[in-house]
């Protein structure tokens, strides 16, 4: 069985249309320093910065459902929970 990974086109795609100034430091880090395909360090990398703009800037609002449900899917694939 193939191993399920989120590739850096993916996850680009994921997060660019949010402006923060996190899902900015996401973008650069997949442009200039992100494996390809990313691995598990990327996935917590990214994991981070989306934990913090959650929390400077989610309002529970629906905007940010889809940056919710990308952070639990990064924390599977950095568990390892997911194949």
Not at 1 to 23: A, D, N, P, T
Not at 42 to 71: M, Q, T, V, W
């Amino acid at each position: 069985m193939e191993c399920f990974y989120l590739s850096k086109e993916q996850l680009r795609e994921r997060v660019s249309h949010y402006g923060f100034i996190e899902i900015v430091d996401i973008l650069r880090f997949i442009d200039s320093i992100c494996s390809s395909p990313p691995g598990r360090g990327d996935y917590f990398f990214i994991r981070d910065k989306i934990g913090l703009c959650l929390c400077h800037h989610d309002n529970e609002s629906d905007y940010f459902i889809p940056l919710r449900e990308l952070a639990t899917e990064l924390d599977c694939l950095i568990k390892g929970d997911v194949r």
